[in-house]
């Protein structure tokens, strides 16, 4: 899923941000969101809350930038197609795993 961030879903975004550039690399102010956001969703998954519930907030989302909200979707739905683990060390393991392959994504293609 994350190797398709840039082509599919940061276009839009980049534009949106394109401003706030010039002071800061665009990796710098677009990775640490989507970082959080896929760790925050992975730490939902693992811990039971409904996928529809985790989606709210990309409807929410959606409301101020649909781009932003497509994002936060579709690292939604990418969290909620991994397995969810049992034991409290698998859970915090599939947690770090899924943020950080989100971050490597995202700082290799925005860097």
Same mark, same amino acid.
């Given at each position: ?7 599919? $879903? ?17 990796? *710098? ?25 985790? $989606? ?20 939604? $739905? ?32 925005? *860097?």
């Amino acid at each position: 899923m994350f190797n398709r961030i840039p082509a599919i $879903l940061l276009a839009p975004v980049i534009a949106v941000a394109q401003p706030a550039v010039a002071e800061a690399r665009l990796a *710098d102010l677009l990775c640490p969101m989507i970082i959080e956001i896929a760790e925050n969703a992975m730490k939902g998954h693992q811990g039971g809350t409904p996928m529809t519930a985790m $989606l709210e907030v990309a409807q929410e989302a959606r409301k101020s930038d649909a781009a932003v909200g497509q994002l936060v979707e579709d690292i939604i $739905l990418a969290a909620y197609e991994k397995p969810r683990y049992r034991t409290a060390e698998a859970k915090l393991r599939e947690v770090e795993i899924f943020r950080d392959e989100a971050a490597v994504a995202c700082w290799k293609n925005l *860097d």
